[in-house]
């Protein structure tokens, strides 16, 4: 039997950064795949970030991860999202070469030390307590002490198009049809979700002329802070959009929708949902948005972003020939919906780790989340702490005002999710602090500090440190009142100072940033003072009175997650407390009174309650803590 200290399960997302942050800590690593072929495969959109997930991207990349790095290397475009609103809720988004992708990153994966790469399939799981056996369908056994599971929506899959089913995984590869009843042997609750993706059609059957193009941006941060040169926009990316005919074929074919027939049980997500699921939703609407995105440089297949649908393929062909542009597309692949199983996540820990059996982690869409961006974030956490849990060391929790991730991780493990979660903006109470700029000013100590952020990594970030603390002093720089500080005033619709002004001052007027100025004065040279440096301390300097309120905010808030809960708290039979509380308490085994708080159905009321039981609980056992008695 071959011997590793962890092995994981699957080789999307989750899997890939899970595989190389226990490599990466020096864990000896197998990643187990049903096909080699589908490592890192783009199995929907070909693109990486998006509204929040841009976030997500940076600061799996600040601890210290790879799907930045990648996304860098092999973009055919790159675009920064809500441009015309504030920093808070600017996302990167690119376009990603898809077969570049997957090349590139198993790459990283087949020359990284400590890691081996297997096609298998896992058809049973033996805990033995410190040691676990995973054993596979042609009677491999490998043996280790820390399992990440990250097998994406290829849990007993079916792909679904109108009619017919089939027991396979995203784009035809295989699926797991063993894993599932391992998991439930082990006692764990297993959902059914579903989820799609559209067609793809010939790029030379469309007629772009009738297309609005989308081009990339040339000057705007990338998703790695590691990247130094910047990536090129080499392609272009289509608008176009559905109207009522579109609309009627699809009302007029409902009753051949498999959710509708009965065909599929499973629930789909919310905020990515099905063409048809749109006209029923929102039936008021004349039209609804459609992206024509190049899936990669080497083939012409183009995929249909917002246009996901299992209708049958007669249905399919007449939905498409109805839209602009596309009366004359070729369909390559049908699009399909797919239902998969996944855990309800209520049974992790904010570290990822399974409550009632050690060394068993979980991360991505097994999890019950969408997404390649949550995917990553979960599988380096999920990564790190396998790896954390190896070496005898404290778990990492990321918190809300820690990072995106916190939050993702946060909502799923405390509240669950009766869908495939995905994370937006809005989720973020401190989304001001959570920027994408700063990923690495939050979390690259945090990814030193477990081992994960190399030397490469972490002189690139001290660097930074300094060109900051360089480019502030600058700030009170005096703008003499003369001519050129007239323009810059004018021409930005905001009224003259009557006498000189600082850099720092000038920066407080709603129209004027960094950037401007620096145009008008060359007080930062770009090769000394890049674009980061610069959009970080304008960000800084401009909000500057916001983020002191948030970080106040914050500070507050983290008494409450200061309070924590010993494991060895019982909480049948308290008085005080409601039934309802105390069955959702025991369900969810809060580490704090934050994450008590955060619990769907647990009032203010009884946090109160529950606070005034955990001080009793602690004056009366002084020997605690959060994982079991202190000898």
Same mark, same amino acid.
């Given at each position: 039997m071959e011997k590793y200290d962890a092995v994981v399960v699957g080789a999307g997302h989750a899997g890939c950064e899970a595989a190389l942050a226990l490599a990466r800590t020096g864990q000896k690593t197998l990643l187990l795949t049903l096909s080699l072929d589908a490592v890192a495969f783009l199995a929907c +959109?070909?693109? $990486?970030?998006?509204?929040?997930? #841009?976030?997500?991207?940076?600061?799996?990349? =600040?601890? #210290? *991860?790879?799907? #930045?790095? +990648?996304?860098?290397?092999?973009?055919?475009?790159?675009?920064?999202? &809500? @441009?015309?609103? *504030?920093?808070?809720?600017?996302?990167?988004?690119?376009?990603?070469?898809?077969?570049?992708?997957?090349?590139?990153?198993?790459k990283t994966l087949e020359n990284t030390p400590n890691l081996y790469l297997k096609q298998g399939e896992v058809c049973d799981i033996v805990d033995n307590g410190e040691e676990k056996i995973v054993k596979t369908v042609v009677g491999d056994e490998f043996s280790c002490r820390a399992i990440v599971f990250a097998t994406g929506v290829y849990l007993n899959s079916d792909i679904v198009i109108g009619p017919y089913v089939e027991n396979v995984g995203p784009n035809g590869f295989k699926n797991a049809k063993y894993l599932s009843n391992c998991l439930k042997k082990l006692g764990i609750k297993l959902l059914r979700f579903k989820t799609g993706t559209p067609a793809r059609v010939n790029g030379r059957s469309i007629d772009y002329s009738q297309l609005q193009e989308q081009k990339g941006e040339e000057n705007i941060q990338t998703f790695s802070f590691l990247t130094k040169k910047k990536p090129k926009n080499v392609s272009s990316c289509y608008l176009t959009y559905t109207n009522e005919n579109t609309h009627k074929i699809i009302r007029d074919n409902l009753y051949r929708n498999p959710t509708i027939s009965g065909e599929i049980k499973g629930i789909g997500p919310r905020y990515c949902p099905s063409i048809e699921t749109k006209i029923v939703r929102f039936a008021d609407k004349d039209k609804h948005q459609l992206f024509l995105e190049p899936e990669a440089l080497s083939t012409n297949e183009v995929y249909i972003q917002g246009f996901s649908t299992s209708m049958p393929t007669d249905v399919q062909k007449d939905m498409i020939h109805s839209v602009k542009g596309l009366e004359n597309a070729e369909i390559m692949r049908d699009s399909y919906a797919i239902e998969y199983d996944c855990i309800d996540p209520v049974q992790l820990l904010p570290t990822l780790g399974l409550k009632d059996r050690k060394g068993f982690y979980f991360a991505g869409q097994i999890n019950g989340t969408s997404g390649y961006e949550e995917a990553a974030a979960q599988g380096i956490i999920a990564g790190i702490n396998a790896s954390l849990y190896l070496r005898n060391k404290e778990e990492l929790v990321l918190t809300r005002s820690d990072a995106y991730i !916190?939050?993702?991780?946060?909502?799923?493990?405390?509240? #669950?999710?009766?869908?495939?979660y995905r994370m937006m903006t809005s989720r973020a109470e401190y989304r001001l602090t959570l920027r994408q700029d700063n990923a690495d000013m939050r979390l690259t100590e945090i990814g030193r500090k477990v081992g994960l952020v190399d030397d490469k990594r972490y002189k690139v970030f001290k660097n930074k440190l300094k060109k900051l603390e360089q480019a502030k002093a600058l700030l009170d720089i005096k703008l003499k009142l003369d001519d050129t500080l007239v323009e810059l005033f004018e021409e930005n619709n905001?009224?003259?100072?009557?006498?000189? /002004? @600082?850099?720092?001052?000038?920066?407080?007027?709603? &129209? $004027?940033?960094?950037?401007?100025?620096?145009?008008?004065?060359?007080?930062?040279?770009?090769?000394?003072?890049?674009?980061?440096? /610069?959009?970080?301390? +304008?960000?800084?300097?401009?909000?500057?009175?916001?983020?002191? /309120?948030?970080?106040?905010?914050?500070?507050?808030?983290?008494? +409450?997650?200061? $309070?924590?809960? %010993? =494991?060895?708290?019982?909480?049948?039979?308290?008085? *005080?407390?409601?039934?309802?509380?105390?069955?959702?308490?025991?369900? $969810?085994? %809060?580490?704090?009174? !934050?994450? =008590?708080?955060?619990?769907?159905?647990?009032s203010p009321a009884d946090i109160a309650v529950l606070s005034v039981l955990i001080k009793r609980f602690k004056e009366q056992n002084k020997n605690w803590g959060m994982y079991g008695k202190i000898d």
């Open positions: +959109n070909p693109s $990486i970030g998006g509204t929040a997930k #841009g976030h997500l991207v940076c600061e799996v990349d =600040a601890l #210290g *991860g790879e799907m #930045g790095v +990648n996304t860098d290397k092999t973009l055919i475009q790159i675009r920064m999202l &809500n @441009s015309g609103k *504030g920093p808070a809720v600017q996302s990167l988004r690119a376009q990603a070469d898809k077969v570049a992708y997957h090349t590139e990153m198993k !916190g939050v993702l991780i946060d909502d799923i493990v405390t509240k #669950g999710t009766n869908e495939p905001e009224s003259v100072p009557r006498t000189s /002004i @600082s850099v720092r001052e000038a920066l407080k007027r709603v &129209n $004027i940033d960094l950037f401007k100025i620096n145009k008008k004065y060359s007080i930062y040279s770009e090769k000394e003072y890049p674009y980061d440096i /610069i959009n970080e301390l +304008n960000i800084m300097t401009k909000f500057e009175g916001y983020l002191k /309120i948030q970080q106040e905010e914050i500070a507050r808030s983290k008494k +409450n997650e200061e $309070i924590e809960i %010993p =494991a060895e708290f019982q909480y049948t039979g308290l008085k *005080g407390l409601r039934a309802e509380t105390i069955q959702k308490l025991q369900e $969810i085994k %809060p580490l704090n009174i !934050g994450q =008590a708080s955060r619990i769907s159905g647990v």
